[in-house]
């Protein structure tokens, strides 16, 4: 598995998805639809994160991303190519044993749209608690989504892979 850390393997990398997609451009029309799909879940899902977040995040005493060693991946890289969002121009970790580039004084300093899935996904003990006390509507919305994503994640990949092999 490639992790893209140094910025020429991150660079490199970025520039082979950005020319397989216009390469293929006519045959990703079904990648792009699945893309698009995961986006517009995306934006009903990122309110609820941010709500969550704002309960808790601030107080937190031991911060959850200065631990993490996550990173972006190749679903990520071309969920943010084939929907046009902006690329973080570097890797989030250079070192595996250095924490995410991207976390500053008061939290993540990507927009949600940019960071990886794992990001998005992770809800900590004491999020998970709050949302199952909003209410089974509200839990059940947000362990819902989260399955769609995923799903769709697999099948953009596979799309991908697909038409550009
Ligand atoms: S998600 Fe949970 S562990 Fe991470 S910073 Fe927020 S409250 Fe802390
Ligand atoms: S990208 Fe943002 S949310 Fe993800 S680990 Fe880095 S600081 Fe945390």
Known sequence: MSLWISPAAWIEANQSIKHLIRSHNAGLET????????????????????????????????????????????????????????????????????NCRY?????????????PWICTLYLCPTQMNIARKQGSNRHEFLIRIIEEIKTERKKMEDEFIKITS
């Open 31 to 98: 990648a792009k639809n699945i893309a698009e799909n995961i986006q517009e879940k995306l934006i009903l899902l990122f309110p609820f994160l941010e709500d969550l977040c704002s309960l808790t995040c601030p107080w937190c005493p031991d911060h959850c991303c200065s631990h993490a060693k996550v990173w972006i991946d190749f679903r990520d890289m071309i969920f943010l190519h084939l929907r046009s969002i902006q690329v973080p121009p570097y890797q989030l970790i250079d070192d595996m044993k250095k």
């Open 103 to 115: 976390l500053g004084s008061k939290g993540c300093t990507l927009d949600r749209e940019m960071r």
